[in-house]
C-alpha cells in the first residue's frame, strides 16, 4: 500500500496568501496612485468676438473758401473741405503774434507781466492802420499797460495798433518780428503759413485751415492765451471796454479763438469748442476761411460744430460678465472666462474693433480668479486690455471620481 504525505496546512496557505497581499498591494498602489495623480490642465476654447459697430460721419462743411476741423486728441478726425491751397488769414494772424511775443517775453496764468510804455512810434500806428480801415483802439500819450491788458486788446477787440505795439516792444523792430514769426512757425511745423507783419492787414499773411487748426491748438495749450480769446468783456484804464470781436463766444460750447477780415480774405473764423461726451470733455478746433460775412460763417460754423460733436460715440467693447472664453475637465464641469466689468471707449466717426483673448493654463479654480485677459485693438487709440476671471468654481472631481475613471484626468 503506497505512502501518502501530507504536507502542512501553512505551506499551503502560504501561496493563496502571497497571492491574496499582492493583490491588495496592487488595489491599494491603484487607488493611491488614482487618488493622488495630478490633473493636466482643463482644455480651453475661445469664444467669437462680435465687434461693436460706428457710423461714418457726415459733416456739415459750407460750400465756399477753405474749412478744417479736428477733435483734440482724436487725430482720426481731422476732416478738410474747399481748396487746400494758402489763403489771406487777416487778423487770424494776431494770434501768431501773440504766440510769438508770449515765447520771447513769457508770462504765466494770472500774471500781469512787465509794463509796456507806448512810445511815439507806437502811438502813431492809431493813424497808420486807420487809415487802411483797419480796427485800432485809442492809445493816449503816456498810455502804460500790462504785457497781458496789451494782449487782450489785440486779440478781443482786435486792434491793429497794439498787435503793432507788442511786435515793436518785444522784437525792436518789424523786421525784427517778422524773423521771429517765421522762426516760431518753422519750429512748429507750420509750413504753410507766412507771417509779413504782426496784424494781417498784409493780405499776403497766408496759411491754410489745416494749418490753421494745428495753430488753434497751439493757442489753447497757451493758458494766457486761452484765457484772453475766452473773455467776452473787460475794461482796460485809458482804453475803455472792451468786447471781444467774437459774437460765438459762449454760444453752443465755444470757447474763442479769433475772427479776422479782410477783402482779400473775406469773412474768417479761427474757432474751439468744447463738449462732454461719454464722461470725457472734448474739444473741436476749426478754421473756416473765405466767408461772404461774419453773420453767415457764424451760422456755417455752428452748424459745423454740431455735425462734429454728433459723431462722438461711446462704444461698449465689452459688457460685464461677457464670455471670452469656457474651461472644460474631463469630468465634465465647464467654467467660462468673463469680463468683471463693461469697458468703454469714445470714439469718433467709423471705427474698427478686434479681440484677442489668451487663456491661462487652469485646472481648478475658485469663482472671480483671473485666468487671462482680453486686449481690444481699437482703431486711432490705444489698446484696452481687460482681465478675465471664472464666472464659476471648477472644482476637484472627488475620489470616486478619480477611482472609476483611472488617469482619465491626468
Known sequence: MPTV?????????RPVTITVVAVLVLVVAYLVAAAVVPFAPASATTATYAAPTSSAPALRFPGYGATAVEATDFPESLTTSGDTKPRSIASISKVVTALVVLQAKPLSAGQDGPSIAFTPEMQALYATYLAKDGEVAPMPAGLRLSEHQTLQVMLMKSANNYAGSLALWAFGSMPAYQRAAASWLDAHGLHDTTIHEPTGLDAGNRST?????????????NPVVKEVVGTKTVTIPQVGVIDNSNKLLGMDGVEGIKTGTLDQAGACLLFAATYERGGKRVTVVGAMLGGVDHDSLDTDVQRLLRSVADNFQLITLTHAGQTFGTFSTPWRDEADAVTPSAAQVLVWGKTTVTAATRLDRVTFGTKGERVGRVRFTVAHHDPVTVPLVLA???DDPGIWWRWTNPFQGA
Do not use: F
Open 209 to 221: 485751415a489745416k494749418d490753421l487748426v494745428e495753430l488753434g491748438q497751439l493757442a489753447l495749450a
Open 392 to 394: 464659476r468654481e471648477i
Open 5 to 13: 504525505v501530507r504536507r502542512p496546512r501553512s505551506a499551503v496557505r
